[in-house]
């Protein structure tokens, strides 16, 4: 079957997530090449952490995008759903909703390529707050041809996620919550990768999360500082055809802090700083190589097989094949380049937000991960303005490298808020 050219690459990209071939992780040098070294033909070699379901990553909301993806220690919103459910207990008002719209692979022309997300919460009480939010990725409509180019049955791939959470105060400064997770993607029923027929792929997960706000004074002035600590995506692996081998999903555990200061009642500002680490695997290499980085070979020339790559000889790498718990414990201490290569796995977010009057506000931030690891660099930068229980906000996104592509390159993503009422707070005793 073929089809259209630019959606072909498009579903080549998800399918190539999904299904990484032996052959295809030789040929590329992604794992074949020892790590911070050269592949053979003296290109960087890259180790990249890859699992299914990558849009569960993707920081859904134009706030916290336009502060380079920071949001696991921010004042809370309703897209707090996606960074850290516990910091809903915090939020200042009692209900609210959040709806954004982020266009996908605009810079490439493509107008059906999209991330939709809704999420709000609502208290319970003064201790007690619970969230929803309905992630949607849609990747276009795609038109499958036979040899000859006659159309076959035309399909739209599509990916959601399902979540609901209850985040509750276990004191004045410190809140936990749990969110339980549905996962449906569908990335192309009916094709053939790998001479199976893919099949939409189900899932379940779970975050655990944990939040820390201390209210300062400094030089007479009001501050706030925040922490989070986030384990997301624990779940199930999922798979997309019958076969006994499954995929990871993105299990991930985030750090981050904040600082809150007003300089008066006009002029205030929010610091922030998030650092992530995925809890999958790191890719092992397939053949062994020497100190100097040299791949060792045989006598005949060809690659001595690395016996850790797949030990017991059934056609998968080992790694591929742990429990979705021992994946995660072994993920501090995998990497085959050793505490140099585990450092590198770490994603750096820090961002800046500026408010006027409690109504207008700017805002910046940078993102930073290893060129070994994924290469994503990017600065951001955003505008929000609040008008009653109404919110808007609008962000940017320009890469920090010269030549380096962004699916939201060129792209403006915004974000509508609606508030309602002030959070309730604990009766005085009579």
């Given at each position: 079957?073929?089809?259209?050219?630019?959606?072909?690459?498009?579903?080549?990209?998800?399918?190539?997530?999904?299904?990484?071939?032996?052959?295809?992780?030789?040929?590329?040098?992604?794992?074949?090449?020892?790590?911070?070294?050269?592949?053979?033909?003296?290109?960087?070699?890259?180790?990249?952490?890859?699992?299914?379901?990558?849009?569960?990553?993707?920081?859904?909301?134009?706030?916290?995008?336009?502060?380079?993806d920071?949001?696991?220690?921010?004042?809370?919103?309703?897209?707090?759903?996606?960074?850290?459910?516990?910091?809903?207990?915090?939020?200042?008002?009692?209900?609210?909703?959040?709806?954004?719209?982020?266009?996908?692979?605009?810079?490439?022309?493509?107008?059906?390529?999209?991330?939709?997300?809704?999420?709000?919460?609502?208290?319970?009480d003064h201790?007690?707050?619970?969230?929803?939010?309905?992630?949607?990725?849609?990747?276009?409509?795609?038109?499958?041809?036979?040899?000859?180019?006659?159309?076959?049955?035309?399909?739209?791939?599509?990916?959601?996620?399902?979540a609901?959470?209850?985040?509750?105060?276990?004191?004045?400064?410190?809140?936990?919550?749990?969110?339980?997770?549905?996962?449906?993607?569908?990335?192309?029923?009916?094709a053939?990768?790998?001479?199976?027929?893919?099949?939409?792929?189900?899932?379940?997960?779970?975050?655990?999360?944990?939040?820390?706000?201390?209210?300062?004074?400094?030089?007479?002035?009001?501050?706030?500082?925040?922490?989070?600590?986030?384990?997301?995506?624990?779940?199930?692996?999922?798979?997309?055809?019958?076969?006994?081998n499954?995929?990871?999903?993105?299990?991930?555990?985030?750090?981050?802090?904040?600082?809150e200061?007003a300089?008066?009642?006009?002029?205030?500002?929010?610091?922030?700083?998030?650092?992530?680490?995925?809890?999958?695997?790191?890719?092992?290499?397939?053949?062994?190589?020497?100190?100097?980085?040299?791949?060792?070979?045989?006598?005949?020339?060809?690659?001595?097989?690395?016996?850790?790559?797949?030990?017991?000889?059934?056609?998968?790498?080992?790694?591929?094949?742990?429990?979705?718990?021992?994946?995660?414990?072994?993920?501090?201490?995998?990497?085959?380049?050793?505490?140099?290569?585990?450092?590198?796995?770490?994603?750096?977010?820090?961002?800046?937000?500026?408010?006027?009057?409690?109504?207008?506000?700017?805002?910046?931030?940078?993102?930073?991960?290893?060129?070994?690891?994924?290469?994503?660099?990017?600065?951001?930068?955003?505008?929000?303005i609040?008008?009653?229980?109404?919110?808007?906000?609008?962000?940017?996104?320009?890469?920090?490298?010269?030549?380096?592509?962004?699916?939201l390159?060129?792209?403006?993503r915004?974000?509508?808020?609606?508030?309602?009422?002030?959070?309730?707070?604990?009766?005085?005793?009579?």
């Amino acid at each position: 079957m073929k089809m259209t050219v630019l959606k072909s690459c498009l579903i080549f990209f998800a399918i190539s997530i999904l299904f990484q071939s032996n052959t295809c992780a030789q040929n590329s040098g992604t794992i074949d090449c020892p790590f911070n070294g050269a592949s053979a033909d003296g290109s960087d070699c890259n180790n990249t952490i890859i699992t299914a379901v990558p849009f569960l990553r993707i920081v859904p909301d134009a706030r916290f995008g336009a502060m380079g993806d920071v949001g696991i220690a921010m004042p809370a919103d309703p897209n707090s759903m996606h960074f850290n459910a516990s910091n809903l207990s915090f939020a200042p008002k009692d209900f609210s909703v959040s709806a954004t719209f982020t266009p996908w692979l605009r810079a490439l022309g493509l107008n059906d390529v999209f991330l939709a997300y809704l999420s709000g919460y609502k208290h319970v009480d003064h201790v007690q707050t619970i969230g929803i939010a309905l992630r949607f990725f849609s990747l276009g409509q795609i038109q499958y041809t036979d040899d000859q180019g006659n159309p076959l049955q035309t399909v739209r791939p599509n990916e959601f996620e399902l979540a609901f959470s209850f985040s509750r105060k276990l004191g004045k400064t410190f809140s936990a919550g749990l969110t339980a997770k549905y996962i449906f993607s569908n990335l192309g029923t009916g094709a053939v990768a790998g001479g199976q027929t893919m099949m939409p792929a189900h899932g379940f997960a779970a975050d655990l999360s944990f939040t820390y706000r201390q209210p300062l004074k400094i030089v007479d002035k009001d501050a706030i500082f925040g922490m989070g600590l986030v384990f997301s995506n624990l779940g199930t692996k999922i798979s997309y055809t019958q076969s006994a081998n499954r995929d990871y999903i993105p299990a991930n555990l985030g750090l981050g802090f904040s600082f809150e200061y007003a300089f008066d009642k006009h002029n205030s500002i929010v610091l922030g700083l998030d650092i992530n680490k995925l809890l999958v695997p790191t890719p092992i290499r397939r053949f062994q190589y020497d100190d100097d980085g040299d791949l060792i070979v045989d006598s005949n020339g060809d690659p001595i097989p690395n016996p850790n790559y797949d030990a017991n000889q059934d056609g998968t790498a080992d790694y591929k094949q742990q429990s979705v718990p021992a994946s995660i414990f072994t993920s501090f201490g995998d990497a085959p380049g050793g505490a140099g290569e585990e450092f590198s796995e770490l994603m750096w977010s820090v961002g800046i937000e500026y408010w006027y009057n409690k109504q207008f506000a700017v805002r910046f931030g940078h993102y930073n991960e290893h060129k070994f690891k994924g290469n994503r660099k990017f600065f951001t930068v955003g505008l929000g303005i609040r008008y009653k229980i109404f919110n808007i906000n609008f962000s940017y996104l320009i890469p920090s490298q010269a030549g380096q592509r962004n699916p939201l390159d060129n792209t403006l993503r915004f974000s509508l808020i609606f508030d309602f009422g002030n959070a309730p707070t604990k009766k005085k005793k009579k």
